[in-house]
């Protein structure tokens, strides 16, 4: 059975700095996987997807990077601003279902 | 391009009330998820829909629940009876194959 983590649940940074939010899962054996943004009430944002022959993706200050073998992708974000705050989410596909973690919250410091 | 709908957005009932809950993908898709959130735990999947056939539905917790999708279209699902547990918000995704799956705002229950 395929188990989603992602650490730190939450998380604070400064504005303007640099993050890396971590996801691991424990089968290898993905079709793709994928990044979301959930704002509060709202509904989930697709940021990036990553097929399982890939290594990574960029859209614009997000990169993303798969590591099948080892179970990690993390999601990087350049420069950050207050409206990047919101909780983040991984989900790993296979057999066209995915499968989330629990998601990191975080807030941009103005 | 209109992304995925879901009516209601919110829903209260009381226990051994029926719900539907809907969904309108987006045009194009023939595919198309429902997920759900309860309190305090990750969502998780619950059934898939190619066109208007069922491929997986594993993730449905029990015969109190009961999705549709009459000619490939829109999607429906419902809860009869509902029961205290239920409470969450339900999730609905379209995607064009093994792609993106884009999600609609989602249904919030709450069952009383």
């Known amino acids: 059975k395929q188990e989603v983590t992602q650490i730190p649940a939450a998380l604070s940074v400064p504005e303007g700095e640099n993050l890396v939010l971590n996801c691991s899962f424990t089968?290898?054996?993905?079709?793709?996987l994928q990044w979301f943004r959930q704002d509060p009430g709202k509904g989930l944002t697709s940021l990036l997807l990553?097929?399982?022959?890939?290594r990574e993706q960029t859209s614009g200050r997000l990169n993303a990077s798969l590591d099948k073998s080892s179970g990690r992708s993390t999601l990087y974000i350049a420069a950050s601003q207050p409206g990047d705050s919101a909780t983040y989410l991984c989900a790993v596909g296979l057999n066209e279902k995915l499968t989330f973690g629990t998601g990191t919250r975080l807030t941009i410091i103005p | 391009e209109a992304g995925v709908t879901q009516f209601p957005s919110h829903s209260v009932i009381e226990k051994g009330q029926t719900v539907t809950l809907r969904c309108d993908p987006i045009?194009?898709?023939?595919?198309l998820y429902w997920y759900r959130r309860v309190m305090g735990k990750e969502i998780k999947f619950l059934l898939h829909f190619v066109k208007e056939s069922k491929q997986d539905e594993s993730g449905m917790p029990n015969n109190r629940f009961l999705a549709e999708r009459t000619g490939g279209t829109y999607s429906t699902l419902k809860v009869q009876p509902a029961e205290l547990e239920d409470s969450g918000v339900y999730f609905c995704a379209s995607a064009t194959g093994r792609y993106t799956q884009y999600f609609g705002p989602g249904t919030r229950l709450t069952v009383l």
């Open positions: 089968d290898s054996a993905i079709y793709n």
């Open positions: 045009s194009g898709h023939d595919n």
């Open positions: 990553i097929q399982s022959s890939q």
